[in-house]
């Protein structure tokens, strides 16, 4: 997750506010003409914030596998528009998680922790987001593991028990060092030691976010 | 049983987020399944993991408010790629745990974390629906057009979650005996 951040990220309610428009503004018009034009207008505007290069890698992974879904989309049901239509929404999930996934996940702690959000909400956000990857690696360490011992289908005894022993070992050893730290959920008054502010770059943003899919609405 | 309250601990936190990322890692494998226009086919396909999983997690952590947490950081993740899916994992483990609670007062039954567990997946199923509605522009009649084929999609999802549930139980068990649960 950290390959794909920008040095200049957004406002994480910025970031959560433009995915959800922008992906029901283009459900919205998935299946019309303007749909193309409203691609290159999200494309456009997230190149104007810095967001340009991540686009190009969101394209560069979400492109074929709009292809490949298509190709399922038309093989199941020979219908080329239904197949387009897939296509078109895959590109549109891709495209609209971009400001989101160029936020740093301790953004959003923060932010949440400012908002005076629970601690048990932010710090559960926290992990859980930056803990796919360490899980996967885990999943993937199992299945290698079980691939040396020539393991074939014994999912349940071979793959399941030794994965939760892992989750379970990783928690604790996780949990003891956050109370070692001194870490806490009660009610102390806490600081943040970078504070994350609404600048005027997130302000233009979200107005061009507002002009944008008035334009749609309009066009629609 | 009366219904009592309790405060989350750091390590039930750290637990329960920990279990969203391996729900969210499973729940990848509905992914493909994407081009599938079929009501049901998602839900049916992470059934299994739900149950499992989120019965493990409740075993550990016995508290009310466990499912809805749980429910939460996975819909945390989601929401990166899908605010629908957010909204649609959140409420169905809240619905869940609603039920669950008003049902059995506490966790300490092991039937309560089951039926806790296992409803989540069904329970997202009218909410699936109703999002596809909005969200595809399609009418309900539309949503549920191969009727015994979306039939055999909801049975399958409740079947699987609670097959789920059970094998969550039976690993528990094991986890228990090696020390791992309480």
Same mark, same amino acid.
């Given at each position: 997750?950290?390959?794909?951040?920008?040095?200049?990220?957004?406002?994480?309610?910025?970031?959560?506010?433009?995915?959800?428009?922008?992906?029901?503004?283009?459900?919205?018009?998935?299946?019309?003409?303007?749909?193309?034009?409203?691609?290159?207008?999200?494309?456009?505007?997230?190149? &104007?914030?810095?967001?340009?290069?991540?686009?190009?890698?969101?394209? @560069?992974?979400?492109?074929?596998?709009?292809? +490949?879904?298509?190709?399922?989309?038309?093989?199941?049901?020979?219908?080329?528009?239904?197949?387009?239509?897939?296509?078109?929404?895959? &590109?549109?999930?891709?495209?609209?998680?971009?400001? @989101?996934?160029?936020?740093?996940?301790?953004?959003?702690?923060?932010?949440?922790?400012?908002?005076?959000?629970?601690?048990?909400?932010?710090?559960?956000? &926290?992990?859980?987001?930056?803990?796919?990857?360490?899980?996967?690696?885990?999943?993937?360490?199992?299945?290698?593991?079980?691939?040396?011992?020539?393991?074939?289908?014994? +999912?349940?005894?071979?793959?399941?028990?030794?994965? @939760?022993?892992?989750?379970?070992?990783?928690?604790?050893? @996780?949990?003891?060092?956050?109370?070692?730290?001194?870490?806490?959920?009660?009610?102390?008054?806490?600081?943040?030691?970078?504070? +994350?502010?609404?600048?005027?770059?997130?302000?233009?943003?979200?107005?061009?976010?507002?002009?944008?899919?008035?334009?749609?609405?309009?066009?629609? | 049983?009366?219904?009592?309250?309790?405060?989350?601990?750091?390590?039930?936190?750290?637990?329960?987020?920990?279990?969203? =990322?391996?729900?969210?890692?499973?729940?990848?494998?509905?992914?493909?399944?994407?081009?599938?226009?079929?009501?049901?086919?998602?839900?049916?396909?992470?059934?299994?993991?739900?149950?499992?999983?989120?019965?493990?997690?409740?075993?550990?952590?016995?508290?009310?408010?466990?499912?809805?947490?749980?429910?939460?950081?996975?819909?945390?993740?989601?929401?990166?790629?899908?605010?629908?899916?957010?909204?649609?994992?959140?409420?169905? =483990?809240?619905? =869940?745990?609603?039920?669950?609670?008003?049902?059995?007062?506490?966790?300490?039954?092991?039937?309560?974390?089951?039926?806790?567990?296992?409803?989540?997946?069904?329970?997202?199923?009218?909410?699936?629906?109703?999002?596809?509605?909005?969200?595809?522009?399609?009418?309900?009649?539309?949503?549920?057009?191969?009727?015994?084929?979306?039939?055999?999609?909801?049975?399958?999802?409740?079947?699987?979650?609670?097959?789920? $549930?059970?094998?969550?139980?039976?690993?528990?068990?094991?986890?228990?005996?090696? $020390?791992?649960?309480?």
């Amino acid at each position: 997750m950290d390959r794909i951040q920008v040095k200049n990220p957004l406002y994480p309610l910025v970031c959560l506010g433009s995915a959800i428009a922008l992906l029901v503004g283009g459900l919205m018009c998935a299946k019309q003409t303007v749909f193309p034009f409203f691609v290159l207008m999200v494309c456009l505007l997230y190149a &104007l914030f810095g967001l340009g290069k991540v686009t190009a890698k969101c394209f @560069m992974v979400f492109i074929p596998v709009s292809i +490949v879904f298509a190709l399922f989309s038309f093989l199941l049901q020979r219908d080329l528009v239904t197949a387009v239509q897939m296509a078109c929404r895959v &590109l549109l999930i891709g495209l609209s998680a971009v400001p @989101m996934v160029t936020l740093p996940a301790v953004n959003l702690t923060r932010c949440l922790t400012q908002l005076g959000c629970p601690r048990i909400i932010a710090l559960g956000m &926290l992990i859980a987001i930056r803990f796919v990857p360490v899980i996967g690696d885990e999943v993937r360490r199992v299945c290698e593991a079980m691939r040396t011992r020539s393991v074939g289908m014994s +999912v349940y005894r071979a793959f399941i028990v030794p994965v @939760m022993m892992r989750v379970i070992n990783i928690s604790e050893t @996780m949990s003891l060092s956050l109370e070692t730290r001194a870490f806490s959920i009660g009610d102390e008054p806490t600081s943040v030691s970078e504070r +994350v502010t609404f600048r005027l770059r997130d302000g233009l943003y979200c107005v061009s976010c507002v002009l944008l899919l008035a334009g749609l609405a309009v066009a629609i | 049983m009366r219904f009592k309250l309790e405060r989350f601990a750091v390590k039930d936190i750290v637990f329960l987020a920990i279990m969203a =990322a391996l729900l969210f890692l499973c729940s990848a494998v509905a992914m493909p399944l994407m081009t599938i226009t079929l009501f049901g086919l998602r839900n049916l396909a992470t059934a299994i993991f739900y149950g499992l999983f989120a019965t493990i997690a409740l075993m550990k952590v016995r508290k009310p408010g466990a499912m809805s947490l749980l429910g939460f950081f996975n819909a945390a993740i989601l929401i990166m790629m899908s605010p629908v899916m957010f909204v649609t994992t959140a409420s169905s =483990a809240i619905l =869940a745990e609603i039920v669950s609670i008003a049902l059995f007062k506490t966790y300490e039954n092991n039937k309560a974390v089951t039926a806790s567990a296992c409803l989540m997946m069904p329970f997202s199923l009218p909410f699936t629906a109703v999002f596809s509605v909005i969200m595809n522009g399609v009418s309900f009649a539309e949503v549920l057009n191969f009727s015994w084929l979306v039939c055999l999609t909801c049975v399958g999802t409740i079947v699987l979650s609670f097959l789920g $549930g059970f094998l969550g139980r039976k690993i528990g068990k094991e986890l228990k005996k090696a $020390g791992k649960l309480k």
